[in-house]
């Protein structure tokens, strides 16, 4: 029998996109079934910058030589997006064929549309003989699909107030679901964190008998500098090199942490392995590092506004770090479009939304493709803005604009973007002269 790529993506949609139901049992048993992988998995978990970190280091991989598997979400139009060899998606035909295979391993063990993801990414990676994936956790930690891998490194980005009504109503219960991911006698390497969730993480380090490695002990790294540098561990200082012009082509501020964080995991990675580290791979590799939607610039894009920064930030900590990214480049939106889901920190973000704004008049837009997405006037009152259908109405309008117009609030507000703009997902859209936006 012949399966299309339009089945499997029939048979995908009837699990339910929002469907979940927290237990690795499920994922556990595929593997057993599909057998663990050839390879060494890099789970990165956390809240904010699991993506970029996630993109920096595969690129990291790649430049030194090695066949890099990369596991991301989520996607904005296709699924394809979510599996990625190389930095290149796989054919409609490899997905048609190994999502029958995935669906075949996985008979009357009721994975959910997360988990065949998952499986399809393994079972991608094992065939194109991928010498390392990474592999980005979706929602939690503990009961990620992706924590039945037994990790070589486990990579903590940020961890923040987010999917509050399945993970937990406080920083320390969501750090603690996170948390679960590290693995006894292993090492995991943390972005900073706040107080309560380090002190969440070190417990359950101490308790499994993990090593817990914060980056900035590993190495320093400025984005203005373009400068690597050993940090203060012992057990690093002697393998990071000093690194000179490692200019990130990534924008906002922001990305320095996750550049950083993907640097040091990298460094850990690289001493296990015996993986001698090249200053000229890694400069490669932070100059080709893209992910849409993060801070992504797009500048003189036909039937859009001259100048438009796209921003997935979905929650208080990463508009926050939207607008520490904004200021520090001296960029002022004179527009800003924004749609959020009704299952967020409402009360946490539109303040943020409405410092972002300033001045600027601020359009509430829906988000039709997410049942999820607060309606245009229901946000519009919220956050005391005016509204527009959708995010395509609103830059139809102004795409006359005599500035930056900003969209954010929500990944899948990009998403709906996306879907008219799909080249822009894999475009490297770089503008080197930040100036154009300065106001």
Known sequence: MTHTYEDFLARLDELGVFHMDLSLDRMAAFV????????????????????????VLAELLSTHG?????????HFVSVRERVLVDGAMLSEETWARLGARAFELAEGLGLTYFEVLTAVALLAFQEAGCGVAVMEAGLGGRFDA??????????????????????????????EDKAGAMRPDAVAVSAPQEPAAWAVLEARAA?????????????????????VEPGGHAR????VRHIDEAWLALAG?????????????????????????????????LRRAFIPGRMQIVADAPGLPSL??????????????LKRSLEDEGIRPV??????????PLDRMLPLVRAIAGEAPAYAVGIPSCPRALGPGELAVQLGSGSAPDVHWALKRLQDANGPVLVCGSLYLLGEFYTQHPWLLERRQAVSDLGRFRQ
């Open 32 to 55: 057993k079934r599909a057998g663990q992988p050839g390879f060494p998995v890099l789970h990165v978990v956390g809240t904010n910058g699991k993506g970029s970190t996630s993109t």
């Open 66 to 74: 090695l066949r890099v598997g990369l596991f991301l979400s989520p």
């Open 146 to 175: 992706t924590n039945v891998l037994n990790p070589a490194l486990t990579v903590f980005t940020p961890i923040a107030m987010d999917h509050m009504n399945v993970l937990g109503d406080t920083l320390e219960k969501i750090a």
């Open 207 to 227: 308790a499994v008998g993990a090593e817990l490695v914060p980056a900035t002990e590993v190495l320093r790294y400025s984005r203005r500098s373009g400068r």
């Open 236 to 239: 690093y200082v002697r393998t």
């Open 253 to 285: 501020a922001h990305q320095e942490q996750n550049a950083r964080t993907a640097l040091a995991a990298f460094h850990v990675l690289a001493a296990r392995m015996r993986l001698p580290v090249s200053a000229d791979a890694c400069r490669e590799a």
């Open 308 to 321: 438009l920064i796209l921003d997935g930030g979905h929650n208080a900590h990463g508009l926050a770090a």
């Open 335 to 344: 527009a800003v479009v924004v749609g959020c889901l009704r299952d967020k």
